[in-house]
């Protein structure tokens, strides 16, 4: 299909995400085009004519859902491909059903998984676009046919009067014919056949002509062709002929799949004096036309149904049974299946793939009532009682939960290693949970991420909470977004006090919603939400820039500060050192006086990538802190390996000491660490006298918290620094009440 390297047209905003795709694709032989928005990605679409989109459902100026419209209308061959965040699932399901081809969630962190999608969709391309050349190629042929069979009609008739001639004249055009020719009276009786017919029949001509089609073929096939002609006589009033399609086993005993076509042929005044036919073989476009079928309705590795074969099973089902049919949908994701593909390989993990694959069909109805959406998600359909109301189906659901979980308590055998995996299910059953596939489908897929929230390796049942609770996560983030847009996000500063001097060292930035009615929503409403889709990335950049901004301001007025900025697991990726210096660029403040604080889960994700990332950092003289010390992969691995400047001890240490034997020791201990590492230690969460005292009786000299001052907005905070200058010190808590 491609006589070149396939062209992909990359829609999105995130110039970041489009970059990373172009990067990975094109050096996976791909020629990769880009467009920042919709409108933009038809303009391109129309000049470049590429034979693949990726597209982002949202995006400014026009929106991936009306570009997958608009595709659909112009295009509708060209594969689409949804690459977009994992929060809008009913979004996916929708741009599904206007025609994507498949989705793909950002960020997309294994690339792999996009380039199997890219592969998989051109390879489905390529097989319609065969599967459409057959077709054309199959009506050229049987335009051919009647065209030839008219002509000898023509021919027959204008010959009528010179037999001899005209006989001869078939005979020969007849038995010249690649494919079976016969023709016979209006009664039935075969006059005459080509020895190609002959063949196919295993039967010499002498033994065809003078009998019927019943003499001469199995009873059901005679049929068959008997009733052909009977539609052929109510259908050719035009003379265009009649065709259908047959199964036979020809005289070798090999089973083919023809297209009869027949007509009638007439005498000299018009009228109908007899019927003449041909069959093409359509056995290996046939064969080739299933094959299509199985790939776009199967996945691939496993050969369980997909996701457009589930679908078709569901909805086979719901026919078979009526619309109150019970069905049960329990949605599997394998737990620890990621922890197998990142230590042993993607070998390894298709491997083990296939042998959950295999599990699960062993417990299955029916091996077409398990399927695999991909990745590591499977689904078992589970037929429910048609008596009753449904009582007792929950529970039948349940148990057999309980039975798929008992049997993966015995370890997988994969390429020789010895593997355990647990699944986390989501039941819905219908109709109480829905009466379509789709809605089935996600409620239950809801379900199984309760069921993962909760600590996986269990099962749930789907609960309208639950869907409430993904309602109101969606609400949360489309008011983010509005949010973005109106400016609604600021950011407070919480001052870092040197409890020796006494004198402000610097601050944290903390960002902050302030909602148009005046209200603060708490940072753990929308945090959370943030990081799942994605949105923490650009709130992170506009905290980032504000902070420098701001703290530029001070320093001129205040003297020079540094200023602490939380960086999400999310931001740190190879390209923040840019943002970073984008950042500093347009405040003008030095890279000195930023700190970049990043959670010991965030580095010790990925320790390569994490080194490199930290050391281009620190080559700009940017400091590094680590945050939240002590609740995450606490290592002295990193702590001597990576350029940090600073660790800060989290609050749940320090807000119960002195009196807690077991956290005083923690903070001792970290504090003795970092001075023996040439660290600065600072202790966050301070809110006591005794707290300060116990602190600066072990030697930790950084200090923040309410004991100082809570989080101010900048007005506020700068305020506050004037008193602290004007007094000589940050003060005391007596001093600020």
């Known amino acids: 299909m491609y006589h070149r390297p396939a062209r992909i047209l990359t829609i999105d905003d995130d110039v970041n995400v489009r970059s990373n795709l172009v990067a990975y694709l094109e050096d996976s032989g791909f020629d990769v085009i880009e467009a920042e928005n919709g409108r933009r990605g038809l303009e391109v679409f129309a000049e470049k004519a590429p034979d693949l989109v990726l597209v982002d459902l949202r995006m400014p100026v026009m929106g991936g859902m009306e570009v997958l419209e608009r595709l659909r209308e112009d295009a509708p061959e060209v594969p689409v491909i949804v690459v977009s965040g994992v929060g809008v699932l009913e979004e996916a399901v929708e741009a599904l059903r206007h025609g994507a081809w498949d989705y793909v969630t950002k960020p997309v962190t294994d690339m792999r998984v996009l380039e199997h999608a890219v592969n998989k969709a051109l390879e489905r391309a390529r097989l319609l676009e065969e599967r459409k050349r057959y077709r054309e190629q199959l009506e050229q042929e049987v335009q051919e046919r009647t065209r030839e069979l008219r002509e000898t009609n023509e021919r027959l008739v204008e010959y009528q009067a010179l037999l001899q001639e005209k006989n001869q004249f078939l005979e020969a055009l007849v038995e010249g014919m690649p494919n079976p020719v016969f023709y016979k009276t209006l009664e039935g009786t075969y006059i005459g056949c080509n020895r190609a017919f002959s063949r196919l029949i295993g039967r010499a001509p002498e033994d065809i002509v003078g009998r019927s089609v019943h003499e001469i073929l199995p009873q059901e096939l005679a049929c068959r062709v008997e009733e052909s002609g009977r539609r052929l006589d109510a259908e050719d009033d035009d003379g265009a002929g009649y065709s259908c399609m047959i199964d036979l086993r020809d005289a070798a005993g090999e089973e083919r799949v023809l297209v009869l076509y027949k007509s009638y042929f007439r005498d000299r005044t018009g009228q109908r004096a007899g019927e003449v036919g041909t069959f093409l073989d359509v056995s290996e476009l046939k064969r080739k036309e299933a094959q299509i079928v199985h790939q776009a309705t199967h996945d691939e590795l496993t050969g369980l149904p997909n996701r457009m074969g589930l679908r078709q099973r569901m909805e086979d089902h719901a026919l078979r049974g009526g619309p109150d049919t019970r069905l049960a949908v329990l949605y599997l994701d394998m737990d620890n299946f990621k922890t197998v593909n990142d230590s042993l390989g993607h070998a390894v993990g298709d491997e083990l793939l296939r042998a959950v694959a295999g599990r699960l069909v062993g417990m299955a109805p029916r091996r077409d009532m398990v399927a695999r959406l991909g990745g590591d998600e499977f689904v078992m359909l589970l037929p429910l009682s048609q008596t009753g109301m449904g009582e007792g189906d929950g529970e039948v659901a349940e148990a057999e939960s309980t039975r798929i979980q008992e049997a993966f308590t015995r370890p997988f055998n994969a390429a020789d290693h010895e593997l355990y995996v647990m699944p986390s299910i989501g039941i819905s059953i219908s109709p109480d949970d829905g009466r379509d596939p789709p809605t089935l489908l996600k409620n239950a897929e809801i379900a199984m991420y309760r069921a993962k929230e909760q600590g996986g390796a269990r099962f749930r049942r789907f609960t309208q909470a639950m869907n409430d609770d993904v309602t109101r996560r969606l609400a949360i983030e489309k008011s983010i977004r509005k949010g973005l847009e109106n400016d609604e996000f600021v950011v407070f500063y919480q001052p870092r006090v040197d409890i020796t001097t006494g004198q402000v060292t610097g601050m944290e930035a903390l960002v902050r919603w302030a909602r148009p009615d005046g209200t603060l929503v708490p940072p753990l409403e929308f945090i959370p939400v943030a990081e799942d889709t994605g949105l923490v990335v650009a709130l992170?950049?506009?905290?980032?820039?504000?902070?420098?901004?701001?703290?530029?301001?001070?320093?001129?007025?205040?003297?020079?500060?540094?200023?602490?900025?939380?960086?999400?697991?999310?931001?740190?990726?190879?390209?923040?050192?840019?943002?970073?210096?984008?950042?500093?660029?347009?405040?003008?403040?030095?890279?000195?006086?930023?700190?970049?604080?990043?959670?010991?889960?965030?580095?010790?994700?990925?320790?390569?990538?994490?080194?490199?990332?930290?050391?281009?950092?620190?080559?700009?003289?940017?400091?590094?802190?680590?945050?939240?010390?002590?609740?995450?992969?606490?290592?002295?691995?990193?702590?001597?390996?990576?350029?940090?400047?600073?660790?800060?001890?989290?609050?749940?240490?320090?807000?119960?000491?002195?009196?807690?034997?077991?956290?005083?020791?923690?903070?001792?201990?970290?504090?003795?660490?970092?001075?023996?590492?040439?660290?600065?230690?600072?202790?966050?969460?301070?809110?006591t006298d005794d707290q300060l005292d116990f602190l600066r009786a072990h030697g930790c000299r950084e200090v923040q918290g309410y004991y100082y001052s809570k989080p101010l907005p900048a007005d506020g905070f700068a305020d506050w620094m004037r008193a602290a200058l004007s007094a000589g010190t940050a003060g005391s808590a007596s001093s600020r009440k």
């Open 540 to 687: 992170g950049e506009r905290v980032l820039r504000d902070a420098c901004i701001q703290t530029r301001r001070w320093t001129d007025e205040l003297g020079p500060l540094r200023i602490a900025v939380n960086i999400s697991a999310r931001q740190f990726q190879p390209d923040l050192l840019d943002r970073v210096q984008a950042a500093l660029a347009e405040s003008g403040l030095p890279p000195s006086q930023l700190e970049l604080e990043i959670t010991e889960t965030t580095m010790m994700r990925d320790l390569p990538t994490s080194v490199a990332i930290l050391e281009r950092l620190a080559e700009q003289g940017i400091s590094i802190a680590i945050d939240d010390f002590g609740t995450g992969h606490s290592s002295l691995y990193y702590l001597k390996n990576f350029p940090i400047d600073t660790i800060k001890i989290d609050r749940s240490f320090v807000r119960d000491v002195p009196g807690d034997e077991g956290d005083a020791t923690i903070v001792s201990t970290i504090v003795t660490m970092g001075r023996n590492l040439s660290l600065n230690v600072v202790a966050e969460g301070v809110e």
